[in-house]
């Protein structure tokens, strides 16, 4: 390859991400601008019976106040559960949930003209722990009226293959255990922001820091009756997303509509604590588990009951219920299969779609349990693991076609650079090693909102002036796929990367993308802009040939020229561009991807299947204090087979903050809550990791070359964070014999365990 | 920004303050005091920057004792080789607060002087709103114990807990003169009046009369950065055998207990120590756990000499 394919590359945006000069929503200013603040519940469930907004409408500076019945119509991410409004309309269902929205001249007008309004509340029973949710309650405790047979249950999703329960039963070899895990945050850096003008064509543009700007799109349109062909969402800058702003958002649509009620353009932008407040991250999670195996050590069944707790609304609910059980299918091999996960509501804040969406927590309790049976088979953790790996080019029991697995090759890099056979069981006490694996989705092969288009579609545009403009949907939320297009263009064309710009994520300009989530960027978009810029190349080429009387298959794109073999023709980049566009001018290529249709024909068999998996397996060395409890990871050894590294700085700072992100689940972060209150609202006291806790890493990229990824890539920006948690979790227990059953493993879980041991 | 001050002495700072009738604030570098602004738990109109007082920005020995300046900051303090050779016990105390870039804002008169801690208080006017306020806000109860007389927000000064230990006397400039007091004696066991300050005072010099001949410090915190304190002990054994030591960050005031070590037994310190700290549910690190720390630090302070 003779382009930056497979060479680290650093981003496009980076120089100006560093010097501060790159545009995120909040920085977008508008002549007449009004400014929005909300006005919260203070009650985490209760009826709204008297909401007065006189005195705030009539506040010095105020344009507009919104409340619950103006924009009545409910909507959510997932078509089949549009639970939520985007103001409370007659009851609260958790603290901090949206009641009125002010938009005015500026924004301490706005502030304190939300001081101005008043509500009473009738206060409903509320539930704050999710098994309380799965009881029978009076209809009128009831979080939302549509849950079945008067409980707050959300979603039950259950799939079972060859009954595992029954194996269970018999079996000699077995493992159980009760795995307890709070809820985490996505912590990204730029908060929420969004601008809204409304149009003198009365056409709206919406600016938003949104992982999803095609879902927004269509939820404004449904909930403001405003037709698709008359908006526009636009995809600025984005300061990090981690699953945290692919929702269409209240505040969002809110925005929207005073900008179509004061025929101004109307910004929002979040403080930190309602950052916190949106949530949308990772379900706190209770489940039990049960594996066993022969004497071999080979897996003979995997059966789990998972409770999730989804706080007040559904957001991507009904998907992570799934993922939860369908995505441990894999790396192992498992024939005897089953899960039942239960998503209830509960009065706090919703969670949704978070970095790995919803595998995390069950992989941790698999591995861990994988590790219990190693001891008790007196095994070792990796040779037990290496036997039951999935092959290649196979189907997992619930029929997710397996191509391209490098988790093999993964496992012994780690194995290796660690050191495992001489250090593992033998390091002093208190130091211990830990291993994982895991694996993922490259994007999902069924789309969210069902429709007949392919999942993306890319196009290249070729002008006079030698330009390849590359137009996607495709989100950069700061994973480098604005790079990744420009590097595909660059590859296909022989041209180095600054003859080619990107305009990406505006839905008025470039093809649909169905947003960056699921991991599905780099193999969807990253095929679709191949193919465009294939076809580029393609016609360039014929009207070369045409008029250099040359076959088109023997033109090389190299270098910046376009030659014959033997250099008998030797053209530059801007003389074929001349040629090509003789007689015809700009032209533009499209490149599209549909995934191949895939799966079993029985009820929920979509969930989780995917174009292709990305493996991975990891090795953490800790350092346990056992005076104190306290827990220092100090090396992390990462090894992830994502096909191909289209860009190896960009997958190695993908499988570094995977690292880092799954370190604070595993020792520090955690959603912590007070009578349905958040009391660590803020970055002082959600401890991220600083610098000082991040161990070292030591990353291995394993190409395991998909036969259906775009040069054989498949993703690396979610599988990576799987295997750390439990590497972790692992560590410890060779370090100082404890198993650690809840997350997040603060100082005095482990103090009190080593007492129950000792 | 006609609310904000900058004077250039300590006379004009304490001029312009008399002018404002207590709706000020004074900034020792101001990094913790602006979240108390951001969150509305200080409303005061006015704020009066100390930073641009050069005379209190200084690190001086004089005849074996050392002289900090109030509003030197505490990343001077953590490079200074002199603080370093002959005071390692403050330079230790100084690199576990806040961060490297916060210290660079943050002086050793702040830190000592920073505004006690409490779970339930130090949030935003719509989170005290939601929960309801406390006594130390508006409210007529504790959310932490339930009752409706005491508050138990916790001193978290780190680099108090260190002075005190090493005896350290401080230099208050009023309107009426000067006041010399020892610093463990501006700390009163309540979480609402935590500071024994007269209302328009600045503290401008820390000085310490002895370099001990062992010390020990040691924080509790969950990451390696950042976090205030959910324990912080200091310890030190003077020349004479008296044994020193402090406990911070469990209570509503530093603890000092000071004895001929002669006179200690481990039992005995911890005995004491857990009896006069009055630890509540209201950090984030867990009641039982910080309790149970408490001997375990003073366990291995105990060790570490013996």
Redesign the interface.
Same mark, same amino acid.
């Given at each position: 390859m003779s382009g930056s394919i497979g060479k680290p590359t650093p981003f496009i945006d980076a120089v100006q991400k560093v010097t501060g000069q790159a545009m995120y929503a909040d920085d977008y200013r508008m002549p007449n601008m009004l400014y929005v603040s909300f006005f +919260?519940s !203070?009650e985490s469930h209760a009826k709204i019976s008297k909401l007065d907004i006189s005195e705030a409408e009539s506040y010095p500076g105020v344009c507009a106040v919104a409340i619950g019945k103006d924009i009545p119509i409910s909507f959510g991410v997932l078509p089949i559960s549009p639970d939520e409004n985007a103001i409370a309309v007659e009851k609260v269902r958790y603290?901090?949930e949206i009641v009125a929205a002010v938009a005015a001249e500026t924004i301490k007008a706005a502030r304190e003209a939300v001081e101005k309004i008043k509500v009473v509340y009738e206060p409903i029973k509320a539930f704050f722990d999710p098994k309380d949710s799965l009881e029978v309650c009076a209809p009128e405790e009831q979080i939302h009226s549509h849950t079945k047979n008067g409980k707050n249950i959300h979603k039950t999703a259950e799939l079972r293959f060859n009954e595992p329960e029954k194996e269970l039963e018999i079996a000699k070899n077995k493992q159980s255990g009760f795995f307890k895990f709070a809820g985490v945050t996505h912590a990204f850096t730029e908060p929420h922001s969004t601008l809204a003008i409304w149009n003198r064509d009365d056409t709206l543009t919406v600016i938003s820091a949104t992982q999803v700007p095609f879902y927004l799109h269509k939820n404004i349109s449904k909930v403001l009756g405003i037709p698709l062909h008359k908006i526009q969402v636009k995809k600025p800058t984005l300061g990090g997303g981690f699953g945290g702003k692919s929702d269409p958002f209240p505040h969002e649509i809110i925005t929207a509509y005073l900008a179509k009620k004061t025929k101004r353009p109307v910004k929002c932008t979040f403080?930190r604590?309602e950052v916190f407040i949106t949530h949308h991250g990772r379900h706190p999670t209770e489940l039990s588990m049960s594996v066993s195996c022969d004497d071999d050590g080979i897996i003979t069944a995997l059966d789990t009951d998972i409770i999730i707790d989804g706080g007040a609304y559904g957001s991507f609910g009904v998907v992570t219920s799934y993922y939860n059980g369908v995505l441990l299918q894999g790396p192992y091999k498992i024939n005897k299969f089953g899960f039942r996960t239960r998503r209830t509501y509960t009065n706090k804040h919703q969670c949704g779609a978070m970095r790995g969406h919803g595998a995390v927590n069950p992989r941790y309790a698999v591995e861990v349990l994988l590790d219990m049976m190693a001891q008790s088979l007196n095994m070792d953790p990796c040779d037990l693991r290496n036997k039951n790996f999935l092959p290649e080019n196979t189907l997992t029991v619930g029929e997710f076609r397996i191509t391209s697995n490098g988790v093999r090759e993964c496992l012994e890099a780690v194995r290796r650079k660690s050191d495992w056979d001489n250090r593992y069981g033998k390091l002093p006490f208190g130091r211990g090693l830990g291993v994982a694996c895991g694996f993922f989705i490259s994007g999902s092969a069924l789309p969210i909102i069902w429709n007949r288009y392919p999942q993306t579609v890319v196009h290249a545009k070729l002008d006079f002036d030698g330009r390849i403009v590359m137009f996607s949907g495709a989100s950069d939320i700061g994973q480098g796929s604005d790079t990744l297009l420009v590097q595909i263009a660059a590859e296909e064309l022989g041209i180095s990367m600054e003859y080619v710009q990107v305009e990406t994520a505006d839905t008025k300009i470039t093809p649909v993308d169905l947003g960056s989530y699921s991991s599905r960027v780099t193999f969807m978009v990253g095929n679709a802009a191949k193919t465009a810029t294939t076809k580029v190349r393609e016609e360039m080429a014929k009207a070369i040939s045409k008029e250099k009387d040359v076959t088109a298959e023997n033109l090389i794109f190299n270098n910046c020229r376009i030659h014959t073999k033997d250099k008998s023709i030797d053209l530059s980049w801007e003389e074929g561009v001349e040629i090509a566009l003789a007689g015809r001018g700009a032209f533009v290529e499209s490149g599209y991807y549909i995934s191949p249709k895939l799966g079993g024909d029985f009820k929920g068999s979509g969930a989780g299947l995917s174009p292709a998996y990305s493996f991975g397996a990891f090795i953490s060395e800790v350092d346990v204090n056992p005076? !104190?409890?306290a827990v220092i990871v100090t090396k992390v050894w990462g090894a992830h087979d994502c096909g191909k590294a289209l860009n190896p700085l960009s997958v190695e700072g993908q499988i570094e903050g995977s690292i880092h992100m799954g370190l604070g689940q595993a020792i520090?972060e955690e959603m +912590?809550y007070?009578?349905g209150?958040q009391?660590?609202?803020n970055f002082? *006291?959600y +401890?991220i990791?600083?610098s000082? *806790?991040t161990p070292d890493m030591d990353i291995t990229i394993i190409e395991s070359n998909d036969a259906e990824g775009p040069y054989g890539a498949k993703e690396a920006g979610e599988g990576p964070i799987h295997p750390v948690l439990p590497s972790i979790g692992n560590a410890i227990y060779d370090a100082v014999g404890i198993r650690m059953m809840e997350l997040p493993i603060?100082?005095?879980k482990v103090?009190s365990k080593m007492k129950e041991n000792a | 920004m006609d609310y904000y001050h900058t004077p250039s002495t300590v006379d004009e700072a304490l001029t312009i303050a008399g002018k404002l009738s207590g709706n000020y604030t004074f900034f020792a570098g101001g990094t913790d005091i602006q979240n108390y602004r951001k969150q509305q738990l200080d409303t005061n109109e006015y704020v009066i920057d100390l930073s641009e007082i050069e005379e209190l920005d200084s690190i001086t020995i004089v005849d074996g004792a050392l002289h900090l300046g109030a509003m030197t900051t505490l990343d001077k303090i953590v490079s200074s080789d002199e603080i370093q050779n002959h005071y390692p016990i403050i330079a230790e105390a100084a690199k576990t607060v806040a961060t490297p870039v916060l210290r660079k804002t943050a002086t050793i008169g702040g830190n000592l002087l920073v505004t006690n801690r409490c779970t339930f208080y130090n949030q935003s006017q719509e989170w005290r709103d939601g929960v309801g306020s406390c006594l130390r806000d508006v409210g007529d109860i504790c959310q932490v114990t339930g009752g409706k007389n005491d508050c138990y927000s916790r001193n978290v000064s780190d680099t108090a807990t260190a002075l005190i230990v090493l005896g350290a006397e401080i230099t208050l400039m009023t309107p009426n003169g000067i006041i010399q007091k020892s610093l463990k004696d501006i700390y009163l066991p309540c979480g609402i009046k935590f500071h024994d300050l007269e209302e328009r005072c600045i503290l401008t010099q820390i000085s310490v009369p002895i370099e001990p001949k062992k010390w020990w410090y040691k924080k509790l915190r969950l990451r390696k950065t950042l976090d205030f304190t959910s324990l912080t002990v200091a310890a030190t054994i003077d020349t004479a055998g008296i044994a020193r030591v402090c406990l911070n960050g469990v209570s509503m005031s530093p603890i000092l207990i000071e004895k001929p070590l002669k006179e200690l037994t481990l039992e005995g310190l911890i005995s004491i120590a857990r009896k006069n700290c009055k630890t509540v549910d209201n950090d984030l690190m867990p009641l039982k756990y910080r309790r149970e720390m408490i001997n375990v630090y003073l366990k291995e302070w105990w060790k570490s000499f013996r």
């Open positions: +919260r !203070t603290k901090g403080s604590e005076n !104190t409890g520090s +912590r007070h009578n209150q009391i660590n609202a002082f *006291d +401890r990791p600083s000082l *806790d603060t100082p005095e103090l | -």
